[in-house]
């Protein structure tokens, strides 16, 4: 496994309701979402293959959290891996909301 040459990069992509981490210019992995109202709802995080295991999705949902809390936005963590990140660190706490039926109900709704 060769590391990368420059440090990944994340960059939120308001068009495609995602962020993204970018290593040497390509995509190594992204985390969905969908705003409703004051809440930045997170549905799904992946990480190609090749950067497994390289804390690419930490670092990616970090400064995804960060930038929630920079926008004045709640986090919902329908995604199991914000959740399980949310769980060690509370440093988002206060601006966490929980999952509800009625959050899952319209996220299937905005997902089609």
Do not use: N
């Not at 919902?76 to 206060?94: I, M, N, R, T, W």
């Amino acid at each position: 496994m060769s590391l990368p040459s420059a440090a990944p990069i994340v960059e939120r992509v308001d068009a495609k309701h995602r962020y993204e981490i970018l290593v040497d210019g390509k995509r190594a992995g992204l985390i969905a979402y969908r705003d409703r109202g004051e809440q930045r709802v997170f549905f799904h995080t992946e990480v190609d293959d090749a950067f497994t295991g390289q804390g690419m999705a930490a670092q990616l949902v970090q400064q995804a959290l960060t930038d929630v809390r920079a926008l004045g936005k709640r986090i919902v963590p329908v995604c199991s891996y914000v959740a399980k990140f949310l769980k060690k660190h509370g440093e988002f706490a206060d601006i966490t909301d929980p999952v509800t039926a009625d959050v899952l109900h319209w996220l299937k709704r905005e997902l089609g």
